[in-house]
């Protein structure tokens, strides 16, 4: 969804499940022995600072091998049919710059993962087509658009 150079990090949603471990959990899911697990997903944004994404499902999991040490990798499923996914039950979210998970894939969708502009798939930012601090809203997909760095940092606040 946002650039790969991103953070991100899961945290579980309370449930009965929450003492198993992770994989586990995915691993269940997948042989139908117990329902996907719910965690919430963190962006870091810069040291200290970081976004909440959205509520996920944990659908599955796999290991490999990165800089010689095994890791695991989990598949993610936004929970689109929860409260915490749906802006219309967040009124507080009326004008926030956070851009929900759900309206991050609707644009990624529509933009195909590249740059309006240019094609680029690097470094792509989700950018306020009229900026947030001209009173753009982060809501709707309407209003948010894909730009590699480049072009959104040349971009600024101007509306195009």
Known sequence: ????SSTRRARRKPTD???RPRAQ???DFKNERAPAELVNVYEKIKVGIWTFNGVFRLVDVWQETAEQRQVFKFKLVLADDLEENDPAARPDLAHNRMIPSAVKLEVWQRDEGKCTMCASTD???FDH???FSKGGSSLLAENIQLLC???NLAKSDRIE
């Open 1 to 4: 969804m946002t650039n790969r």
């Open 17 to 19: 499940a929450s003492r």
């Open 25 to 27: 959990a995915a691993r």
């Open 123 to 125: 470094n792509l930012h």
């Open 129 to 131: 087509i009229l900026p």
């Open 149 to 151: 760095a480049r072009h």
